[in-house]
């Protein structure tokens, strides 16, 4: 078997040379490989809004450094409103990953302790900090997938929703990072993409990343699933999160609360990987997780082809919420989390 190389996927990344971030443009994949050079936050702002880039770690790594790219150009007598302006507009980009608010408020952090040295100053230690950041997630990914590895026999069907891969991260990914640790372990039979209806990020990016590991998939519609389950052709599911509340319930691409419901139906377990920072405790419940819609014409069109009638509005909700119940375990950096959820998660949030 060939080692796949892992690191090839990185979806994010600073240029020194430049002074900018460069972000590889999401929605012209998998047919074309191009980078977006971010210079301004409003271009970050932008690539998150429009799902250039998307998934919650690599929101969180991209807002991190929208932080560095809104300083650019600021002086020392203007650039602690520079910041809070750079930070507001990033954090008016998409609601549900928690991520984003948790790299803003971690990058505030940062800001804080250095605003007195002057903005080059400030402005070098919140790259360093956003560089940081950026490795730790790929490190923290490599360690849940391992994890996540464990849960796997010999041969398993996994199935995915929406791309939890390398794309969605800093690189290597959480859902898919874990079916890459099992498939490197040799555990994995195969994986089950599902095209995850209405961006395609499944049969677009996850497909894609699937023929860059070389990791035998097979790409189905979303409603497969239940096909699939009850003539037992699936072992198992991955998801990723956009966030997962106090109580362990879990907000995600929409239609992986209908995936859950279906496992549950059919016995087969439900597994959702997600780093620490896509926790989030200040949310008690799902029913406190603010779900974002999108336009109507993502719905209503297809590849740049209108498909219903001219007057049709569409109601987008871009993720839904899983109960916790539903959860066969919670696939952390820290180990695999179990219920009683509030428990774990808590004892999970509060080691180092
Ligand atoms: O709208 P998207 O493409 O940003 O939605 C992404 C997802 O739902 C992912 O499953 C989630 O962010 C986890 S990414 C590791």
Redesign the pocket.
């Known amino acids: 078997m060939s080692t796949p190389e892992f690191h090839a996927i990185a979806p994010i990344s600073w240029s020194d040379e430049h002074d900018c971030l460069l972000l590889l443009d999401q929605t012209l994949l998998p047919d074309e490989e191009t980078w977006l050079h971010c210079r301004q936050v409003e271009d970050v702002a932008a690539a998150i809004k429009r ?1 250039s880039v ?6 969180g790594v991209s807002a991190a450094y929208g932080l560095v790219v809104g300083l650019h150009g600021a002086s020392d007598d203007d650039f602690r409103r520079r910041f809070d302006e750079t930070s507001e507009t990033l954090g008016a980009t ?1 609601p549900t ?1 928690v991520n984003l608010r948790w790299a803003l408020e971690k990058g505030r952090e940062v800001f804080e302790a250095h605003a007195d040295e002057g903005v080059e100053a400030c402005r070098a230690k919140l790259l360093e900090w956003a560089k940081d950041l950026q490795s730790r997630d790929v490190q923290t990914n490599r360690t849940m997938g391992d994890n996540g590895a464990h849960l796997f026999q010999e041969g398993d069907r996994v199935l995915t ?5 390398a794309l ?2 800093a690189g290597y ?3 898919v990072g874990v079916i890459a640790s099992a498939f490197r372990e040799g555990r994995l039979g195969q994986v089950w993409v599902d095209e995850t209806r209405p ?1 395609l ?1 499944g049969a677009r990016l996850t497909a894609w990343e699937m023929e860059k590991l070389g990791i035998p998939y097979r790409l189905v519609t979303d409603s497969s699933v239940g096909a699939l389950m009850s003539r037992g052709l699936v072992d198992r599911v991955v ?4 966030r997962v509340a106090a109580n362990g319930d879990a907000a ?2 929409i239609g ?1 609360y209908t995936v859950a419901v279906l496992a549950n139906r059919h016995g087969v377990p439900f597994y959702v ?2 780093p620490r920072s ?1 926790i989030d405790p200040r949310t008690p419940t799902g029913n406190e997780i603010p779900i ?1 819609i999108r336009d109507s014409d993502e719905v209503t069109a297809f590849g740049g082809h209108r498909v219903s009638p001219r007057e049709t509005e569409a109601m987008n909700f ?2 839904d919420v899983t109960p916790n119940e539903l959860i066969a375990g919670i696939i952390t950096e820290v180990g695999v989390l179990e219920a009683p959820y509030e428990e774990s998660i808590r004892r999970a949030l509060a080691m180092d």
Not at 54 to 59: F, L, Q, S, T
């Open positions: 799902l998307r998934g919650a770690p690599a929101i998409r990953a929703h929406c791309n939890a891969g969605a991260t990914g959480t859902a961006l990020q998801v990723g999160a956009d995600n691409k992986t990987a997600a896509t974002e871009a993720f």
